[in-house]
Every structure is written in structure tokens, then in C-alpha cells.
């Protein structure tokens, strides 16, 4: 729903628009990106767990509204050893009381929030400067 909702918090861009631009920016970086998105928990879940076999770098989510409730991401998010970046398009301070309370950021290397679509570039140059300070 991203570009449909709530327009005045979120912007107009879709999902899909962020993609481009996300990949767009990044041209000239040495990374692959790899998008999954679903409105299901437990697909979400069984995507994090997934990651345990693969061979990545960080993983960079949005959890949305299961930032705030979903025990089930916080657990799956727990196994990973690799950093894990969470980003909102809005500043979530700013928000209800109840989006302030991150359960799944307990896990996460970094957050970022309140950065729109740059939130994604942003995290993965995040990522990938700290990759090459090491």
C-alpha cells in the first residue's frame, strides 16, 4: 500500500518506485540487493529464517505495524548473526504513542526512520561503508 496510504505521511512513491531508485542510487556501489515483501507474519518469518543458509552481507527491513507487536519477527530476527537494519518512512516519534515502541528494533544494528524513500539507500550505504571500514 505503499504509495496509496496515507499519502501525507508516506509519500506517493510505491514500492516498486523505491526499488528503482533504491538500485538506481547504488549503481556505482558493489552490492546486490535482493527485495521480498509480504503483509503475512509467518511468511515474513519464514523469509527471516531462510537467511540462516544464505550468504548476505545485513538484512534491512520494515517490519510496519508488526514493528510494534509481532514477537514472531522479534524471535526470527534474534537467530540472525549478521546486522539487521529496520527503517521506517516516517518518524515514527512523531507518531501515535504505540508506534514509538519498537519490539522488532530491540534486535537491529541500527534504525532509521523519518527518511522516506532514502531510508533504504541510506541503510544499505550504512551497511556497506561499515563493511569497508573493517
Not at 508506534?99 to 537491529?108: E, I
Request: with cysteine.
Amino acid at each position: 500500500m505503499v504509495g496509496t496510504r496515507e499519502p501525507e505521511k508516506y509519500g506517493t512513491k510505491t514500492l516498486e518506485e523505491i526499488k528503482s531508485y533504491t538500485q538506481r542510487k547504488l549503481s556505482d556501489k558493489d552490492v546486490s540487493l535482493e527485495w521480498y515483501q509480504s503483509n503475512i507474519e509467518g511468511e515474513i518469518v519464514d523469509r527471516i529464517q531462510q537467511f540462516i543458509k544464505e550468504d548476505f552481507e545485513a538484512l534491512i527491513i520494515n517490519p510496519g505495524a508488526y514493528s510494534h507487536t509481532s514477537v514472531a519477527i522479534y524471535d526470527a530476527l534474534k537467530i540472525l548473526t549478521k546486522p539487521i537494519i529496520e527503517v521506517h518512512l516516517t518518524n515514527i516519534h512523531s507518531r501515535e504513542e504505540f508506534r514509538q515502541t519498537l519490539l522488532t528494533g530491540k534486535v537491529a544494528s541500527k534504525i532509521m526512520c523519518g527518511l522516506g524513500q532514502e531510508a533504504y539507500f541510506l541503510a544499505v550505504l550504512s551497511d556497506h561503508l561499515a563493511e569497508k571500514k573493517q
